[in-house]
């Protein structure tokens, strides 16, 4: 069974930074992305930002200039530098692992809470 487990979240004032950290465990194989979404109360869950074993990235074009997402595939954990936060980017923020195939794997984390506030 995989496990994620993140951490790094809490209380940022606007326009400070945060760095969030997501580590996988258990039997992880193939070719797989790691990814960060987020969901504000009353509001759906959305993309962050992802990134595969190959490296490529993709984000949302609200977090574009000032998140990035990087991984380190030996100890299977993904990681998200935040910076210039704003009230906006406050909501619980869930790690995510899937295989790049249809049908294959598909965890999440159980969330972290980043509050943004002064």
């Known amino acids: 069974q995989v496990q994620l487990v993140e951490s790094g979240g809490g209380l940022v004032q606007p326009g400070g930074s945060l760095r969030l950290s997501c580590a996988a465990s258990g039997r992880i194989f193939g070719s797989n992305a790691m990814g960060w979404y987020r969901q504000a109360p009353g509001k759906e869950r959305e993309l962050v930002a992802t990134?595969?074993?190959?490296?490529?990235?993709d984000y949302a074009d609200s977090v574009k200039g000032r998140f990035i997402i990087s991984r380190d595939n030996a100890k299977n954990t993904v990681y998200l530098q935040m910076t210039s936060l704003n009230s906006e980017d406050t909501a619980v923020y869930y790690c995510?692992?899937?295989?790049?195939?249809?049908?294959?794997?598909?965890?999440w984390g159980q969330g972290t809470q980043v509050n943004v506030s002064s």
């Open positions: 990134i595969t074993s190959g490296t490529r990235t």
């Open positions: 995510r692992l899937r295989a790049t195939w249809a049908y294959g794997y598909d965890y």
